[in-house]
């Protein structure tokens, strides 16, 4: 199956809002709302920040927000922190193959 | 708490296979699907496949078909990857998931000769 379309990269200053896109099909993202996003820091385990396209895991910071519009899902940071700074991937369930995954946002906190 | 804890770094060469093992603990076993994702160096995260550890049914992404295998052992809550015919595009660090969220340490395996 085909991977996801993100942009390569992103980037803000702290404070300000940026926003992720995620584009699939009609197969994934288009027709189920399951999608999930994670944040990848180096040398760590992937963390789950959104799931099934809009909502938050315990202990994830409401700056996090999750939304779908037809066949793309997004993912919008309020109030970037450097912290953030690490790369995104959006994950969708799909009728070919149950995941997909973006191919990855390296997120820059300016 | 839930844990997934994975085998130790491999180094493998080019035509061998490799077994990756996944312990979890802190969840009962069989709730959910165990997928296996994993990211090549320089590179985004690419699911291979998954196994439902109640039925041992699996399903795998088609670039893997016909490489890899897996199973599992309820005895031990543990299942198991094992990928074969590696070659130097296998290097990759490789991860146990479930969908509630919780991901295995990662294995580190190289293909190299």
């Known amino acids: 199956q085909s991977a996801l379309t993100q942009p390569a990269s992103v980037s803000g200053s702290p404070g300000q809002s940026i926003t992720i896109s995620c584009t699939g099909t009609?197969?994934?993202?288009?027709?189920?709302?399951?999608v999930s996003w994670y944040q990848h820091h180096p040398h760590r385990a992937p963390k789950l920040m959104i799931y099934?396209?809009?909502k938050r895991p315990s202990g994830v910071s409401s700056r996090f927000s999750g939304s779908k519009s037809d066949n793309t899902a997004s993912l919008t940071i309020s109030g970037l922190q450097t912290e953030d700074e690490a790369h995104y991937y959006c994950?969708?369930?799909?009728?070919?193959?149950?995941?997909?995954f973006g191919g990855g946002t390296k997120l820059t906190v300016l | 708490q839930v844990q997934l804890v994975q085998s130790g770094a491999e180094v493998k060469k080019p035509g061998a296979s490799v077994k990756v093992s996944c312990k979890a603990s802190?969840?009962?076993?069989?709730?959910?699907?165990m997928h296996w994702v994993r990211q090549a160096p320089g590179q985004g995260l690419e699911w291979m496949g998954l196994?439902?550890?109640?039925?041992?049914?699996?399903s795998y992404a088609q670039k893997f078909q016909g490489r890899v295998t897996m199973t599992r052992d309820t005895s031990t809550s543990t299942v198991y990857m094992e990928l074969s015919s590696l070659r130097s595009e296998d290097t990759a660090m490789y991860y146990c998931?479930?969908?509630?969220?919780?991901w295995g340490q990662g294995t580190r395996v190289t293909v190299s000769s």
């Open positions: 099934e396209g809009t």
């Open positions: 998931a479930i969908v509630a969220g919780y």
């Open positions: 802190g969840y009962m076993f069989i709730t959910y699907y």
């Open positions: 009609s197969s994934d993202v288009g027709t189920y709302n399951l």
């Open positions: 196994i439902n550890p109640n039925s041992g049914s699996t």
């Open positions: 994950c969708s369930y799909a009728s070919n193959g149950p995941w997909v």
